[in-house]
């Protein structure tokens, strides 16, 4: 699960040679970033997973607006409150 902002950034293995031994992953990835495009999906999701997706991708957002960064962590916190959250 990648949380960084480059998109074009997406490793998929990770390895190294040692002596003539090789040792390699190859692993599948998730980039946060990519569920920017899919903000319906994670509203209208009941999973919280889904609120921490939308608080990392606002943090991003409104990264220089210290008012809209209150404003989406209310209504984050609004959310997580309406799914039964205390």
């Known amino acids: 699960m990648l949380g960084d902002e ?3 950034w997406r490793p998929a293995r990770f390895g190294y040679e040692l002596w003539g031994c090789e040792v390699g992953l ?3 990835t998730v980039k946060l970033l990519d569920y920017r495009a899919r903000w319906a999906e994670l509203e209208a999701s009941q999973n919280p997973f889904a609120t921490v997706v939308m608080a990392h991708l606002k943090a991003q957002e409104t990264q220089a607006d210290s008012e809209a960064r209150k404003a989406a962590k209310w209504q984050l916190l609004r959310r997580l409150y309406e799914q039964g959250y205390a």
């Open 6 to 8: 480059r998109a074009s």
């Open 26 to 28: 190859r692993f599948p």
